[in-house]
Each structure stands twice: as C-alpha cells, then as structure tokens.
C-alpha cells in the first residue's frame, strides 16, 4: 500500500492539566521558554500580555484561564507557543509542549459531547493514538472575532 493513500496531520502536542491537546503545525511559528510577560491594564483575564520575540510584540493569553482551567505558576517546563490566528501572532502559554507527531486522520473522530474539561466548542476533533487521547484544538475558535481585534490593540 502505498503512503500517499494515508492522509496524515502534522500537529504539535501539548500539555494543560495532565491532558494532551494539538495544534496543526501550520498554525504553529515557534515554540519558545517561558519568558517575563509585560502586563497590559484593561485587557481580558486571559489576556497576561505581550512578549517581544526578537523585536515582534506579541500578545499572549493564558490557555488554561481561556479553556476554563485553573492558571499555575510558570515552571521550568511551561512553554509560549506561537501562533498564527488570522494575520497576527498570538502566544499561547502552556504547561509543556511535547513533541510533533502525524495523526492519521482515520485515528480522528469528532468531538464527544464533552471532554475533559474544555468547552467543546473549542475542539475539532479527538485522536486516539495507542494508548494517548489527544485533543485536536479548533485555535480559530479558541478566541472570539472580538477577542481576536482586542488582541490587535494590544499588539500596538
């Protein structure tokens, strides 16, 4: 059987909670440490601020007070991914970024009704690889349009 018959998706695995969710690596610029957050007055609680990334300002949100989680204290392990949502780069903080792996898309299956405890609506699917349950992250849908043109204020 030949490869190309398996349609496979690139994503980038990471961890909130003891839970194991996924981006498509396409939307991923680049996984950096944890680094001092300035902070922005009047934004949403989520929002922890922006970074500058060899001279870009990004914003950065929390994902774990996004998706309704608990926020931590950053460890040694806490990473910013960076992101690409419509034609800006967002940071999204995370307890550890594991690895990039391709998922079959047959080891996909639509989201149940709910998982874990992350709003389904953010969810575009859940991949059952082996022993992992990986949570596909929609990142288009992780921030309301709203949400997304504050954060372009807040980018400058």
Not at 19 to 38: D, K, L, N
Not at 44 to 57: C, D, M, Q, S
Not at 65 to 83: C, F, H, K, P, Y
Request: aromatic share 4%; hydrophobic share 40%; charged share 30%.
């Amino acid at each position: 059987m030949s490869n190309e018959s398996v349609k496979e998706r690139k994503v980038i695995v990471f961890q909130l909670n003891n839970e194991e969710y996924a981006v498509s690596i396409q939307q991923v610029g680049s996984i950096e440490r944890y680094q001092s957050i300035t902070r922005v007055p009047q934004t949403a609680e989520f929002v922890k601020g922006v970074i500058n990334l060899r001279g870009i300002v990004i914003p950065v949100i929390d994902l774990r007070t996004r998706v309704g989680l608990n926020e931590i204290e950053a460890t040694e392990s806490t990473r910013i991914i960076i992101v690409y949502m419509e034609d800006m780069e967002i940071g999204l903080i995370v307890d550890a970024a594991n690895d990039v792996i391709d998922i079959p898309e047959s080891a996909i299956e639509p989201p149940p009704e709910v998982v874990g405890s992350v709003d389904v609506d953010y969810i575009d699917g859940v991949a059952k690889l082996d022993s992992r349950l990986l949570i596909l992250l929609n990142l288009q849908k992780v921030l309301t349009e709203e949400e997304v043109d504050e954060l372009k204020t807040v980018e400058g």
